[in-house]
């Protein structure tokens, strides 16, 4: 059976923060709707615009959360909020697991395990939306950690409307177990890949929270 939790973390604005690398988009939208709201004082043509722009702002606002989250113990954990899309076996003897984010979800990732950042690759790629198999050539990051399970493989993947993602750590770095690692701006995918031996623990279509899924079994 798949690991579950015994509660949902609590992703508000008010529990948390925002994302660091929210600022190029957040910045401009919550300014036009502020002078829009403003103006709206005094013209009818303002307060039209005034609704629009705020309610993209308030958009903004929810999708740049950063939420606290009080991270679980085990071996691996979810990188990623969202939804497990496909677990695979891999021709090395590995597993990975793909988690598809939607617009909904926190995205800001969290490391899987403590350990050392060993590489950070950023590799140019298309823009398919992120549930479609030709997503794997897509705009991508391809981190490395040196972990106690041996080298872990976690690739962050761009989609139709996430065209940046935005590492916050460098290779060399010391990471703990659910520290936050980096930002995919919009709709976007995290795959993860477990080494041979290593059990699954979750199943296709099983909702994930970073930081806080366990996806591995004793």
């Known amino acids: ?128 939306p992120a549930f479609n198999k030709e997503s794997e050539n897509n705009e991508r990051v391809v981190w490395h950690f040196d972990t106690e399970l041996g080298d872990i493989e976690m690739i962050q993947i761009a989609g139709a409307v996430a065209r940046r993602i935005v590492p916050y750590i460098p290779q060399g770095t010391k990471v703990e177990q659910g520290e936050r690692i980096g930002l995919i701006r919009f709709g976007s995918r995290v795959d993860i890949y477990l080494p041979e031996g290593v059990e699954v623990d979750v199943e296709v279509g099983q909702v994930t929270t970073a930081g806080v899924t366990r996806i591995d079994r004793d």
């Open 1 to 128: 059976m798949p690991h579950s939790q015994t509660s949902a973390p609590r992703d508000g604005l008010l529990n948390g923060r925002l994302a660091r690398g929210a600022s190029p988009w957040l910045l401009p939208t919550v300014a036009t709707a502020a002078l829009s709201l403003v103006r709206a004082r005094k013209s009818g043509r303002w307060a039209a615009v005034a609704v629009p722009t705020t309610a993209l702002a308030a958009g903004m606002l929810w999708f740049f959360r950063d939420p606290e989250r009080e991270i679980t113990q085990g071996r691996v954990i979810s990188p990623a909020d969202g939804v497990v899309q496909s677990i695979m076996p891999w021709k090395d003897g590995r597993t990975r697991v793909a988690i598809f984010m939607s617009p909904l979800n926190v995205h800001v990732n969290r490391a899987p395990l403590a350990g050392t950042v060993t590489s950070v690759e950023h590799i140019p790629g298309g823009f398919v």
